[in-house]
């Protein structure tokens, strides 16, 4: 089952509202889009918003593991994105389960 891809323009507004005040989180940021701006989609976009609703220092923690998604934030399709975010470049040792 196929999940709409993130279009363009939503893409660019996605973007702007990822921007950080945290160098930290920028990079970390910029390099999800540079890996996976291409085949976004709808609820991954979705999903990134919520984090972006997060305090600097909030989503900083979840980033670098300290922390892990609770309450509202506790949902399969933000976990996915914050792998997505916390793996930027290669695969870590998971071999499949």
Known sequence: ??????????????????????LENDLLIERFFEKHASSLTVKQAEA???LMDLADNDLLD????????AGDLDQVEVRKVLE???????ASNQSGH
């Open 62 to 69: 979840l980033l670098l593991r300290r922390k892990e998604p």
């Open 1 to 22: 089952m196929e999940e709409p891809l993130l279009d363009e323009r939503s893409l660019s507004k996605l973007r702007w509202r990822c921007r950080r005040g945290l």
């Open 48 to 50: 990134m918003g919520a």
């Open 84 to 90: 997505m975010l916390r793996v930027p470049q290669a």
